[in-house]
């Protein structure tokens, strides 16, 4: 299994420009998850999706944010215009109903100068 | 609502010394349990999961973790610590065995020293 891919690796921006973060799940995972880490609040829940709906999107900062999953292999997590204060490790997870808890990729971080 | 606390910031270790991470719990109902562990520059890799039954619970690495009701606290062991083992380690509960919903600690940083 390749676990849970994240794209791109890194990202350095400039404020104002539309920043887009890939994620495919581990595949038959039903659960997906959007997270934020930074070193002053630690790890943020931004949204989650259960078969492909969203479920909870009340740690979403603001309306500059937003996520969507088409389908059971890829969502994206996008910010729209980006700013400086979303300098972050965006991190996205999967799970399965059935148990074993979530499974992280490896990470993006993101840079807006 | 559910909270989790790890109240050690950083510990540090030295190579081959025993290992405890702390970790306390709020939770109304019945808690499925889990540590994680994010080296540098990684994503956070489950390390083990406590969802019910045996109260001692085995994982991978070499670690192991206690669940105590009666304390709130599902306390992350080791016997002996590796160099490899510096890293975050994160303290996590959630409300089903999917891990939907975790709610996770600060985190506990661990250095070791040769």
Redesign the interface.
């Known amino acids: 299994d390749a676990g ?1 891919i994240q794209s791109p690796r890194h990202e350095v921006t400039e404020m104002g420009q539309e920043v887009t973060l890939r994620c495919k799940p581990i595949s038959g995972h ?2 997906l ?1 959007w997270y934020r880490q930074t070193m002053m609040r ?2 943020e ?1 931004l949204i ?1 999706f ?1 078969n492909n709906v969203p ?2 999107d009340s740690g979403m900062p603001e309306d500059r944010f937003s996520a969507k999953m088409p389908n059971a292999s890829f969502s994206t997590l996008k910010i729209q215009p980006s700013e400086p204060r979303d300098s972050a490790v965006y ?1 996205c ?1 999967s ?13 993006t971080r993101l840079t807006v100068l | 609502a559910q909270s989790v606390t790890q109240p050690d910031i950083h510990i540090t270790v030295s190579e081959g010394a025993s290992l405890e991470l702390r970790c306390n719990y709020s939770y109304g109902a019945t808690p499925y349990l889990f540590w994680y562990v994010q080296s540098p520059g990684q994503g956070l890799q489950l390390l083990l999961k406590y969802f019910s039954g045996d109260t001692l619970v085995q994982g991978i690495k070499g670690f192991e973790a206690e669940f105590k009701r009666s304390q709130s606290s599902f306390n992350l062991r080791k016997p002996s610590v590796h160099w490899s083992d510096a890293a975050e380690y994160f303290c996590a509960v959630g409300a089903s065995q999917a891990g939907n919903m975790l709610t996770f600690g600060g985190g506990t940083r661990l250095m070791v020293k040769p």
């Open positions: 849970v039903d659960y998850f630690g790890l829940l989650y259960n479920i909870d991190f997870a799970s399965y109903r059935g148990g074993g808890g979530q499974f992280f990729g490896p990470g």
